[in-house]
């Protein structure tokens, strides 16, 4: 952060770390950092599976491709368990979030006032780098899980299905009009509370770190490693929590009642 920009309080400081670098105004303002930094780790995060994919060896593995084998393996248990149709593209999916959301979730784990100083070299106020802790972000990757399940249910069921399930279940073609309510309410409440979720848990976990930052130095070594340390396990049942809800949901899309 540059020098004039410096918080003067803990209010200030506190604003600061949690205000995103934004362009333009209202509906088309943009979250810079949100995007670059998630773009960033996925181009990170896949270019390493591409790079472990080429130099794949039925021999013994490297440590690399044994951490890559293993989570390959969890998901595609998690996605055999949950999922009872053609995983060709729900497995994918599966992996590319556990994989996206992890490593997001990871930047949590960053000293708070890195991004923010380093920005501030280049004349940029503001630079919050855990993306999950914008409610833009993690709205719109549980608006894609929608708009795939949505897709998902005229794939597997047709549009005649589909409109049938939605108005005869759960009570019966005689309540059409309740059945549709609340097959609106549930499809609403799905990515609604995947995001919201997601955003609150990293949300509260980067606002410790920021509190702990206010502290002294010898304070934050104190509360902070173990912070880090419980923190590590919060990011990865998130991201865990995410794709394992999005297999359910996209099971609940290719499965008729």
């Known amino acids: 952060m540059t020098e004039s920009a410096a918080p003067n309080s803990a209010g200030e400081y506190i604003h600061h770390h949690l205000t995103n670098h934004v362009i333009g105004h209202g509906f088309w303002s943009l979250n810079v950092d949100t995007l670059v930094t998630s773009a960033a780790l996925g181009l990170i995060v896949f270019g390493v599976l591409f790079l472990v994919a080429r130099s794949v060896t ?26 009872h149709g053609d995983a060709k593209i729900v497995a994918p999916l599966a992996l590319t979030i556990f994989l996206w959301v992890f490593a997001i979730n990871a930047m949590d784990l960053l000293p708070v006032d890195l991004a923010p100083t380093i920005a501030g070299l280049f004349g940029v106020e ?3 780098v855990v993306p999950t802790t914008d409610p833009n972000h993690t709205f719109a990757m549980s608006l894609t899980v929608f708009i795939l399940c949505v897709i998902g249910n005229f794939v597997a069921k047709g549009p005649g299905g589909y409109a049938k399930e939605a108005l005869t279940v759960p009570f019966g ?27 609150g848990n990293m949300y509260a976990g980067e606002m410790v770190f920021i509190l702990i930052g206010l502290m002294p130095w010898y304070v934050q070594w104190i509360l902070g490693a173990p912070w880090a340390i419980f923190h590590i396990l919060v990011i990865t049942l998130q991201a865990f929590i995410f794709m394992i809800l999005t297999v359910i949901y996209m099971s609940m899309a290719y499965e008729s009642h």
């Open 58 to 83: 039925a021999g013994v593995p490297g440590k690399l491709q044994s951490a890559v084998e293993v989570v390959l393996e969890m998901v595609q248990t998690q996605v055999h368990d949950s999922f």
């Open 173 to 199: 073609p005689a309540m059409a009009p309740f059945n549709l309510i609340f097959r609106i309410i549930e499809d609403l409440a799905k990515p609604i509370s995947l995001s919201l979720r997601l955003f």
């Open 126 to 128: 503001h630079w919050k």
